[in-house]
């Protein structure tokens, strides 16, 4: 549902997709939470969320997201990009949980567990974002913080031209810090997941963090160069991202004891 939402206005179509063909799917969205959809795809979420305490406002709040990208192209602070990534993919954590359980013997507090989950969700969006500059640049889209830009001695025609400068890299180094502790603060929830669960999530966390070493290896020239994680390090990754699932939750004392 998140990949099909995520088209309506970033696939093939986009160009066609208007406010109210949004409120359609809002409204398909809502027969879909009442046992009544549309397609098999809907009737897979449906089921989903007849059998877990999933609640409607984080598909809501996506679907608002999807709005912010038919009338904003540029974000005047990080306070309002923060919004828009809890908007786009904040909302996948905080859907997510539900489904991949919370750990029985887990003595974190179910607000922490979700925080953690919005965190790799923000810092996801984050790396998204870096990633694609040049490409975002192209469809005239700006979602850098504006002060944060103007602070830098830069602008968004220095993006439009493209250019890797010393201001421009001295900015990148800033937005990748910030990046890294939302992942920071999301890895102190993974282990507080259902076993089954840790998995796919330590994996996600470490594959999108690589992300950020690739800019950096590209000497932050994310204007022409798209930053990816190689398969030969993704095959390194996947079995470590398997044995950090498999360590055992750390009780408060032994955490203590550390």
């Known amino acids: 549902w998140c990949r099909r939402t995520d088209e309506l206005v970033d696939g093939p179509n986009a160009s066609h997709i208007t406010a109210s063909a949004l409120d359609r799917w809002e409204s398909r969205l809502e027969d879909i939470f009442r046992g009544r959809p549309f397609d098999m795809l809907d009737a897979a979420l449906s089921d989903t969320v007849a059998k877990f305490p999933i609640d409607i406002q984080p598909f809501k709040d996506m679907i608002e997201g999807m709005r912010m ?12 990009l923060y919004l828009y990534c809890y908007y786009v993919a904040g909302t996948v954590g905080l859907i997510s949980v539900p ?96 076993p089954a669960s840790r998995w796919p999530v330590w994996a996600s966390l ?6 950020l070493d690739e800019i950096e290896a590209n000497d932050y020239n994310n204007f022409t160069k798209r930053a990816y994680v190689s398969k030969a390090k993704k095959w390194v990754a996947l079995p470590f991202a398997y044995a950090m699932s498999m360590m055992h939750l750390k009780t408060p004392s032994s955490r203590a004891e550390a």
């Open 69 to 80: 990208d038919l009338r904003k192209s540029r974000y005047k602070n990080f306070d309002e």
């Open 206 to 211: 470490l594959l999108y963090r690589q992300i």
């Open 99 to 194: 489904v991949m359980g919370i750990a029985p013997e887990s003595k974190a507090t179910t607000e922490t567990v979700y925080n953690a989950a919005l965190a790799l969700g923000i810092a996801n969006q984050l790396t998204n974002i870096l990633r694609d500059v040049g490409e975002d640049a192209r469809r005239g889209r700006v979602y850098l913080p504006q002060d944060e830009l103007a602070q830098a001695g830069l602008s968004d025609e220095d993006i439009f031209v493209g250019k890797v400068t010393d201001k421009w890299r001295n900015f990148m180094k800033k937005q990748i810090k910030r990046a890294r502790t939302f992942f920071d603060e999301a890895e102190r929830g993974v282990a507080e997941l259902s």
